[in-house]
């Protein structure tokens, strides 16, 4: 996943939205450097390469969900992953609430690990 190809799913451009382009550009970055502070601790790479974050909404008001799986549905931090998220997320100014979602629907493979992941996992 590239940063490029990350956005938040809200049409700031449309006429009548509250956040303009540029603000929302700038969430969008702030986002994006907040959930690479974020790690699978069995793993050594952050949530945003692992490709484990499949959405994110950010409403007019500055709401913000989460759609995101893990490597495993078993996985050990499963209770602990979404806390951390959330924290992460809320820790960028200006966001008013955040709600993080687990879904296993696509399952995550490492075919979805950005190109950084995979250098840093030694998977080329």
Request: hydrophobic share 40%; glycine share 4%; net charge negative.
């Amino acid at each position: 996943m590239d940063d490029a190809n990350f956005k938040p799913e809200q049409t700031a451009s449309e006429p009548g939205s509250a956040i303009s382009q540029s603000e929302l550009d700038a969430i969008t970055d702030q986002l994006v450097d907040k959930l690479k502070t974020v790690y699978d601790p069995e793993i050594p790479v952050d949530i945003y390469e692992l490709g484990l974050v499949y959405k994110v909404d950010l409403s007019d008001e500055k709401d913000v969900v989460v759609e995101m799986t893990l490597t495993a549905p078993g996985c050990p931090v499963a209770g602990d992953m979404p806390g951390w998220v959330e924290e992460a997320v809320m820790s960028v100014p200006g966001i008013r609430s955040c709600v993080v979602n687990l879904v296993f629907d696509p399952p995550w493979d490492p075919s979805r690990m950005s190109d950084e992941a995979k250098l840093q996992l030694n998977m080329f």
